[in-house]
């Protein structure tokens, strides 16, 4: 008599709002992954363009729909994650992809090990420019190299269960730059994670976004996170100031120093081969993945 194991569900909370030049590409790399298991929390701010037609097209998606104003990103985010039924949950803002295989991948780890979340590198693209970047490596990243200094977490590349789910208090809805750090800060203290070598999200390079409208408010929000996660975690100023000190050569060597030579490593590889690895992911990320710009409905050939 042979037993099946029941296969994580997923949830992929996408906050939006005005995201009709790239939802489509957004929604098609979540289908493309497979439909069967798979739900998505549309949380709109009450969009004025054809951001909910093209939620409407993707039918093979099972949609939830949250259409009213919001205070902001972690606002609409905790709307959805309210909602969300998956095992477990991925916040993928409405211009990003989920990359080839990462539904797969996220659902073999949490199989094989003992983890409340899941995290890798990213890759970011310029549609513009045909670009394709590789992310700078946060392999190993710990709590306190989070918290201590500046590496973040990227959100399109972190899976996490939906039962560790923590959220933000009213006074974090006003960031705009670093709601994501203050999110995953939260999120992942004293959880255990593990981090694959697959990309598991790519990030959409494009004019507008919140790092350069909100850039002269940078410096303030960075601060104000660091306070409301001392104040959560009950660590004073001074011994904050303390444990940056003391732990400082240990992130530089780890998470600077080594992640440097790596990258000076694929360089030289990337010339030794004229760069032919890169050059098929881009090809294929642009010809078979991504939807164009502007696109309103799925692909005809989709595999769900």
């Not at 039924?85 to 199989?111: C, H, K, Q, Y």
């Not at 004019?207 to 408010?217: I, M």
Request: glycine share 6%.
């Amino acid at each position: 008599m042979s037993s099946s194991v029941a296969v994580p569900s997923i949830s992929v909370v996408i906050p939006a709002y005005n995201a009709g030049p790239y939802l489509a590409a957004t929604l098609q790399s979540i289908l493309s992954q497979g439909a069967d298991g798979v739900e998505v929390v549309l949380v709109d701010g009450k969009s004025s363009d054809n951001t909910l037609a093209i939620a409407a097209a993707f039918s093979k998606l099972a949609i939830k729909l949250i259409s009213e104003p919001d205070r902001g990103q972690l606002d609409a985010l905790q709307k959805g994650l309210r909602v969300a039924s998956g095992d477990i949950i991925l916040w993928l803002n409405a211009d990003d992809l989920v990359m080839p295989g990462a539904f797969a991948e996220v659902r073999s780890i949490f199989a094989e090990n003992d983890v409340d979340f899941v995290y890798s590198d990213d890759a970011a693209f310029d549609e513009e420019r045909r670009g394709y970047y590789y992310g700078a490596p946060i392999r190993g990243l710990s709590d306190l190299d989070h918290f201590l200094f500046y590496r973040q977490l990227y959100s399109e590349c972190v899976y996490w269960k939906r039962s560790i789910t923590r959220y933000l208090s009213n006074e974090a809805y006003e960031l705009r730059v670093y709601t994501d750090y203050a999110f995953f800060l939260r999120l992942r203290w004293r959880r255990r994670g593990r981090w694959t070598n697959k990309r598991l999200g790519a990030f959409r390079i494009r004019e507008g976004q919140a790092s350069a409208q909100f850039s002269a408010r940078k410096r303030q929000e960075y601060l104000s996170v660091k306070k409301m996660h001392r104040d959560y975690i009950g660590m004073s100023w001074p011994t904050f100031v303390l444990a940056q000190l003391i732990y400082w050569p240990w992130f530089v060597t780890r998470q600077r120093m080594l992640p440097q030579l790596e990258r000076a490593g694929r360089r030289i590889l990337r010339v030794l081969t004229h760069d032919r690895k890169r050059s098929r992911e881009t090809d294929y990320f642009y010809s078979k993945w991504l939807l164009p710009k502007g696109s309103t409905s799925p692909r005809n050939d989709e595999r769900a």
